[in-house]
């Protein structure tokens, strides 16, 4: 069965860029990853498959409810984390949670508790006095404790140290093992290639791949670093140069025997050859030159 399926979503501000006809499948249980800076379209889809937002054309069903006709049977089953998370003010974290709860008809004060100590959250603070990492934590409490089957979160890990982001990535992939269906939406790449089985990258508002994540990273091309003195001028296939004191590294994608001949005539202290991260792979997607690949 599907989470999330778009049929050319599309969401128009007029002047301002909003989405353009996405066309994404997110499978039951699946770990998926939405990729792109900010600006690229990603907290405009979600807000539109949570009905935050009304589509311009196109639409979507959420575990096959419709986004715009079933919106409060939609909101039942998915936990939302936005980027930036606002609470009343006055207010303590565990009237926060309380309230979330309630909202939600249904008790969560067991889980909120397993959370909050494992996010070290101290819920006997008013949320006015929490610094923006600790706020984030309220947020992801409020999200994730009525165990709903969809997670939905955008940009979630700002403003949390290390620790406490690799504690959160613990309790996610906890959840996707018991079921749990999560659309993690980031322009932090590690996150996705650690986290996430597949992935789609946004562009302007438009998708422009989806697959994978060990598919999205192969590549013909090569991260190249030489420790030497090499020539290098007319080798055709070298991008995403990198210039140092004692050598260059570059992403290589030309006939490798060219480079071994152009390597032969220089001198070479060390020479390393490697598959390129998911990050440069990233930015060969938003090449001009690489739209639509």
């Known amino acids: 069965m599907e989470a999330i399926k778009t049929s050319n979503l599309t969401k128009n ?19 998926f990853g939405f990729i792109g800076p900010n600006g690229a379209g990603k907290s405009t889809t979600i807000r539109t498959l949570l009905g935050l937002i009304s589509p311009t054309a196109g639409g979507a069903q959420i575990f096959g409810y419709d986004i715009t006709k079933e919106r409060e049977t939609i909101l039942r089953n998915v936990g939302y984390l936005p980027s930036e998370a606002v609470f009343y003010p006055g207010m303590k974290v565990k009237d926060v949670l309380k309230l979330s709860a309630d909202m939600r008809k249904v008790n969560c004060a067991e889980e909120a508790k397993k959370l909050c100590d494992r996010l070290q959250l101290d819920t006997s603070r ?20 009525s165990n709903p089957e969809l997670l939905i ?13 690799r504690e959160f990535f613990h309790i996610l992939r906890e959840r996707n ?16 290639q650690r986290n996430c089985t597949r992935a789609a990258i946004i562009r302007e508002g438009r998708i422009i791949a989806c697959d994978r994540v060990d598919a999205l990273s192969k590549t013909n ?28 590294s570059f992403l290589y994608s030309g006939d490798m025997n060219m480079l071994l001949q152009a390597l032969s005539t220089g001198d070479i202290l060390d020479l390393s050859v490697a598959e390129p991260d ?7 997607y938003y090449e001009k030159d690489g739209e639509g690949r």
Do not use: W
């Open 13 to 31: 501000y007029g002047k301002a860029r909003g989405i353009v006809e996405l066309n994404l499948t997110v499978d039951k249980g699946e770990f």
């Open 126 to 145: 008013k949320v006015d006095e929490l610094s923006f990492g600790n706020r984030k934590k309220v947020a992801i409490v409020c999200a994730l404790q």
């Open 153 to 165: 979160l955008d940009e979630p890990t700002g403003g949390l140290d290390p620790l406490m982001q």
């Open 177 to 192: 093992q018991e079921g749990a269906t999560v659309f993690l939406s980031s322009h932090v790449l590690s996150e996705i």
């Open 221 to 248: 091309a090569k991260r190249i670093t030489v420790h030497g003195s090499v020539d290098l001028s007319g080798l055709d296939g070298i991008r995403d140069r990198k210039d140092a004191d004692r050598g260059v």
């Open 278 to 284: 998911l990050e440069e792979i990233f930015l060969h």
